[in-house]
T-cell receptor, first 114, second 113 residues
């Protein structure tokens, strides 16, 4: 079955820098991949969805890339702010394509220092 | 629009006791999910409903867990009896269709002592 690896449990950066988070999957190519933000004591909040035929997607200071050859998605936050501190989760369909339920990575905890 | 509402927010029970969690999804969302999240881990699916039908409950420990979604709206997740290892956050989510992004509630944090 599909496995997701978010290879940094924690990432600490200085305010104003670009944060880059990585999500790797191991097996089936998903039709899409999603990124969520989770604050302590809260449920995850959807941020961006990128489809397999899209190389890049942007939303304000957020940018997501999707490389099906590398089986990897990168999530970038430019001009980071302390308010961006949270855990970021990637998610994709468990059976590849668009089939099956979403499975989530463990998340990367981002801390942006002033 | 109102978000996904879960109650209670916190629950502390002794092992072997029963416990129930309630979820009210976003109006019009046919797909409802229950996820379990342990500390430092991502959410793990327990069960998915399409309207009132449980279409995927393969990860639900059926010896002690049960769920229902009467009338295809609200849902209840029950554990009986609870074990120490059930301590976790139980998240409910909903979406218009299974392929669309999920909207999560803020979860119920269960502590079993």
């Amino acid at each position: 079955s599909q496995k997701i690896e978010q290879n940094s449990e924690a990432l600490n950066i200085q305010e104003g820098k670009t944060a880059t988070l990585t999500c790797n999957y191991t097996n089936y190519s998903p039709a899409y991949l999603q990124w969520y933000r989770q604050d302590p004591g809260r449920g995850p909040v959807f941020l961006l969805l990128i489809r397999e035929n899209e190389k890049e997607k942007r939303k304000e200071r957020l940018k997501v890339t999707f490389d099906t050859t590398l089986k990897q998605s990168l999530f970038h936050i430019t001009a980071s702010q302390p308010a961006d501190s949270a855990t970021y989760l990637c998610a994709l369909p468990v059976h590849g394509g668009s089939q099956g339920n979403l499975i989530f990575g463990k998340g990367t905890k981002l801390s942006v220092k002033p | 629009e109102a978000g996904v509402v879960q109650s209670p927010r916190y629950k502390i029970i002794e092992k072997k006791q029963p416990v129930a969690f309630w979820c009210n999804p976003i109006s019009g969302h046919n797909t409802l999910y229950w996820y379990l999240q342990n500390l430092g881990q991502g959410p793990e699916l327990l069960i998915r409903y399409e309207n009132e039908e449980a279409v995927d409950d393969s990860q639900l420990p059926k010896d002690r867990f049960s769920a229902e979604r009467l009338k295809g709206v609200d849902s209840t997740l029950k554990i009986q009896p609870a074990e120490l290892g059930d301590s976790a956050v139980y998240l409910c989510a909903s979406s218009l269709t299974p392929q669309l992004p999920l909207h999560f509630g803020n979860g119920t944090r269960l502590t079993v002592t």
